[in-house]
């Protein structure tokens, strides 16, 4: 019967079985091995869906885009970038043009850090070019809170 047994076994094609593995996957950091610190904005239409979202590294002079649902706003008109302080009596300060695209990026003259610290809030409006009296000619279009990741 044992040698049976083994003529069976040994006969027997072997089995696959699938074990499920863990990967690691590391997140960029910064040279001091943490994430990034960045700032982050998503900006909502006045029915609360978010149109565009914001990105920039602290340390960057770049403001990135990406349109998530806005048409074009038309001939001879462009989104134009607002920084919010939220203080009674404050105007809106002009931040810079959005390129047209889905995807598109903002030089600062200065560091992100320093342009977008004071001001919580970031929003748009249509504007032909240049806005004029460097405020806003009309409502704002949308507008979110722009955090500080880190």
């Not at 040698?3 to 076994?9: C, D, K, N, R």
């Not at 696959?16 to 950091?29: D, G, Q, S, T």
């Not at 404050?90 to 390129?99: A, E, F, K, T, W």
């Amino acid at each position: 019967m044992a040698a049976a047994l083994l003529v069976t076994v040994a006969t027997q094609k072997p089995q696959v079985v699938e074990v499920p593995v863990e990967r690691i996957v590391e997140v960029p950091a910064s040279a001091s091995g943490t994430m990034q610190p960045s700032y982050v904005a998503m900006l909502r239409d006045s029915s609360g869906s978010v149109v565009f979202i914001a990105y920039a590294a602290r340390d960057s002079n770049e403001l990135w885009f990406k349109k998530v649902s806005m048409d074009e706003p038309g001939e001879g008109k462009h989104y134009h970038l607002w920084g919010l302080t939220m203080a009674p009596g404050d105007r809106p300060r002009s931040l810079g043009m959005i390129p047209p695209g889905e995807k598109a990026t903002v030089k600062l003259p200065v560091s992100a850090d320093e342009m977008l610290a004071g001001f919580p809030v970031l929003a748009l409006s249509v504007e032909t070019q240049p806005a004029p009296r460097g405020e806003p000619s009309g409502s704002l279009i949308a507008k979110g809170d722009c955090k500080q990741f880190w």
